[in-house]
């Protein structure tokens, strides 16, 4: 379609379709602190070159002559069938980089019958990006609050929403606290910070000593004060099974040890994910841990995988590795900054038109059996 555009009008696509040139011409929408709340990794930012370099030393080795000429994307994931085995990772904040917002992403995602992973920091309410989502499949992202009633009261919304399956964020108990937005901390910039589910949210509002609209400051402590809890372990998962009775999933999975005790704690799949590197400096690159954690699990839950996929053949290459499906963060972001809606659903056609692609090049009709046999032995790092 877009070769044809192109030979057709001699118009160039509106957003173009390498991934790099998208970064480029988003980063000169947004503002250079946007742009640097997207773009930036932790520390030295070894982890996030070490996710697309993990990429770069597993090469694909196509394969001919095996009638490929009808193909099927199509997935399933917990009973329910995907078009494709593509998810929108979980971004908080994303008013910062366009006005629309969770609410355009979750349209595009729709649109194309993508699940979106609504994020607990999303900057717009999960009933409001419910409504956007319409019929569209959507998962909820869960960034565990210290306070059960909370936590119980966000699961409850989730689920009435229509958010049918949770995504347990692991790696991020700890957050990184900037002053200056604190300075700024008026009723508008609370939702545009990422609390707009803690401020409509009965159980977190019932916690505060004055009304938001008196003493906003106080309510930003309050959710600072409960945002996450670092003293949990494997144990308290119990407690999450117990008010969530669909699927659940634990992002932030790097050890296949890790992964069997998700399968123990009864959980339904894991997220292999170092949170697009932005957590742990130096911690191994996501593709590099998915084989093992794939190997431990991937017979008895759901392996999912995240961190670096920029490419249709990164699709294909994770998926080679043991990932059912893979989230993409940063990509879709970009899109949305250079289009909103429009920009989002650029991203993601090209992805799935990419991958399409790889499939059928490399002589591959579908996701389903998929291994590591399409991939030639790692170069060295
Ligand atoms: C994230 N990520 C994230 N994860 C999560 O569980 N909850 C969140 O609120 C956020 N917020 C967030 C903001 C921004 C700006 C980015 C870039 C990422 C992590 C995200 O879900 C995913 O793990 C990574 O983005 C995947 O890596 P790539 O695709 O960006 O390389």
Redesign the pocket.
Known sequence: EIYLHGLLTGEAPPFGTDPAGLEDAARERMSPEAYG??AGGAGTGATMRA?RAAFGRRALVPRMLRDVGVRDLSCTLFGTRLPAPLLL????VMSIVHPDAEPAAARAAAGLGLPTVL???SSTTLEEVAEASGDGPRWF?L?WPKDRDVTVSLLQRARAAGYTALVV?LD?WLLGWRPRDLDRAHLPFLRRIGIANYLSDPAFLAGLAKPVEEDPLAAVAHWAGMFADPTKTWEDLAFLREHWDGPIVL?GVLHPDDARRARDAGMDGVVV?N??G?QVDGAVAALDALPAVAGAVGEEITVLF????RTGSDILKALALGARAV?????Y?HGLALGGEAGVRHVLRCLLAEFDLSLALTGHTGPTGLDPGLLAPPLPG
Do not use: E, F, I, W
């Open positions: 709340y997207v996710n990772a979980p971004v908080g994020s607990t920091a992202q960034y964020t991020t992002k994910s949170h697009g932005r995240d961190s670096g996929v989230l993409v963060g940063r990509p972001v």
